[in-house]
């Protein structure tokens, strides 16, 4: 089923890597447009899609993260409820297998965007985020998911001088806040945790992050709550969402059923706008982009140097993501944060081959001792993005409904907690995590089309202008952050 990127290119009329360095277009030449974590063995068979009415308890839209975590955690906060989950294609095909599998702590996007945001509750979300991690390790042993759950920590590596400005200061704060960190000391340091002429600095962190993969943490999830007596359906688009007519649940249409259920959990990321408009003022999809080395040689890793093989990012305003596998392969993704206008998610966007040698080039230019390297698999996927980067929430048709979404590109820790979130707005349970202002808020909206291309652009040309210019934020951007609008990956 996997057919090499040149020829998707040709068939779409894309751009082709015949317009590269020949040796970026060799690197990618037998890459395959497809997630690493989705293509692997031991994918579960789908199961059957929907077909006639039924009822249930609670029916949740969307089989990524946040819809696994929401059944298999009501199967565990309420057990005998009635669940349903409903997916349009198969469970974790989107964002939750295809990410880069950085399993954060953190609730609010990082440390910085936290405090600039919710400053007085930052101490509460850290804690309830390091909470949420330890409990999703537990979950993952507790089921033995085979997933490569290792709470590794991360680096943050600076590639330009202006990049370490703030992060002595970052250091204290997030020792204040619990965590273990280190400043690197400048390239030495730096290049001591992983071997690149490119850092200048950085910070070492041993806490608040955990590397997984993603795709068999999606089916492993899957299958506990299959285990757990969650009625999934796959293949089953909800198309309608509205009251029944008693008014007291609501009514799920799908192709060929529906659904008839007391409570509804809206867990379906970008999409989720066209069931509930309100949503869809908030978000908007980024497509973000990832490449896959094939396993490295013994020599090859060593020449890295990676020996606490701690996720990595640096730190440009357009940043680059990066680790390993347990196979030892490298996923290289992130920078290029593509807005296509007019916001559509399209198939045909998940190959970009401009992308995918800009992406190879900027890691050959990293790590130049890995020349002659090659991309098994180049994929895109989209990213639920919104003006303050971190999870909001919400209900609608008098609290039978409750969504989460705007993760913005920290998804994969966060999304447990927004399970917990909508079980306790749908059963109306009292407790901490709802009184949170990172809660009860919404982010700025993004202004409606076609004015919401311009900006986003806009913004996008300016933030590649600051990476270029040491930092430095020009007038519009400096207006976006008065505004608390912002634009992320
Ligand atoms: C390339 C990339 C890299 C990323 N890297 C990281 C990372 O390293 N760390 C991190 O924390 N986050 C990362 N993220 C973000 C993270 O993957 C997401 O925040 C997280 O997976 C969101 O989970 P979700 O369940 O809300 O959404 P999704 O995984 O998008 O799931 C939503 C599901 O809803 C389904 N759906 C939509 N509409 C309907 C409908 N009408 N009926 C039925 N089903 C429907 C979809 O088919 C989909 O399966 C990355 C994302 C991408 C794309």
């Not at 759950?149 to 703030?166: M, N, R, S, Y």
């Not at 396993?295 to 993501?321: E, I, K, M, V």
């Not at 210019?469 to 207006?479: E, H, I, K, M, S």
Request: hydrophobic share 40%; glycine share 12%; with cysteine.
């Amino acid at each position: 089923m996997s057919i090499p990127i040149e020829a998707v290119c040709e068939s779409r009329s894309m751009v082709t890597s015949r317009q590269v360095d020949p040796a970026i277009a060799r690197s990618l030449a037998s890459a395959v447009p497809v997630p690493f974590w989705l293509d692997q063995p031991g994918a579960p068979e789908p199961v059957p899609a929907l077909a006639g009415p039924v009822t249930a308890d609670l029916a949740i839209i969307g089989g990524g993260f946040t819809g696994l975590w929401t059944a298999l955690l009501a199967s565990e906060r309420y057990p005998g409820l009635d669940v349903v989950l409903l997916e349009a294609k198969t469970a974790g095909w989107a964002a939750s297998g295809r990410n880069g599998g950085f399993c954060s702590a953190s609730l609010t996007h990082g440390i910085g965007n936290g405090l600039d945001r919710f400053p007085d509750e930052l101490p509460l979300l850290e804690r309830l985020g390091a909470q949420n991690l330890r409990e999703i390790g537990e979950t993952v042993a507790k089921h033995s998911i085979d997933c490569d759950f290792q709470p590794t920590g991360e680096l943050a590596l600076a590639t330009e001088p202006w990049q370490l400005d703030g992060l002595d200061e970052e250091a204290v704060t997030a020792r204040r806040l619990g965590h273990d960190v280190q400043v690197l000391d400048g390239p030495a340091g730096a290049r001591a945790e992983l071997a690149s002429p490119r850092w200048v600095g950085g910070l070492k962190y041993t806490t608040g992050n955990a590397l997984v993969e993603p795709g068999r943490l999606a089916w492993g999830l899957r299958r506990a709550c299959l285990d757990a007596g969650v009625r999934i359906f796959e293949h089953t688009p909800v198309t309608s969402m509205s009251g029944d007519e008693a008014g007291a649940g609501m009514l799920l249409r799908t192709p060929y059923g529906s659904v008839r259920a007391a409570r509804v959990a809206l867990a379906a990321g970008v999409p989720g706008g066209s069931l509930l408009r309100r949503i869809g003022q908030y978000v908007v999809p980024v497509w973000d982009y990832v490449l896959m080395t094939e396993p490295l040689s013994a020599a090859r890793l060593d020449s890295l140097g990676w020996r606490d093989r701690r996720g990595a990012s640096d730190l440009g305003n357009q940043f680059h993501y990066f680790r390993l596998t347990r196979d030892n392969r490298v996923l290289w993704g992130g920078y290029d944060a593509v807005y296509y206008n007019g916001g559509r998610i399209r198939p045909e966007h998940e190959a970009r081959p401009a992308t995918f040698a800009k992406l190879a080039a900027h890691f050959f230019a990293t790590f130049p001792q890995l020349e002659g390297v090659s991309f098994t698999h180049a994929w895109g996927g989209v990213i639920d993005t919104c003006s303050r980067f971190c999870a909001f929430f919400g209900t609608a048709h008098a609290g039978r409904v409750a969504y989460a979404a705007g993760y913005t590109g920290l998804g994969v820790g966060a999304s447990r907690f927004a399970a917990q979130v909508l079980l306790d707005k749908l059963q109306d349970e009292d407790s901490e995590r709802r009184r949170l202002s990172l809660v009860t808020t919404k982010p700025v909206p993004f202004p409606p089309e076609p004015l919401r291309s311009g900006v986003i652009q806009a913004t996008r040309a300016s933030i590649a202008r600051a990476d270029r210019n040491a930092g430095r934020r020009d007038l519009w951007l400096r207006t976006l952050d008065r505004l608390g609008l912002g634009f992320d990956s």
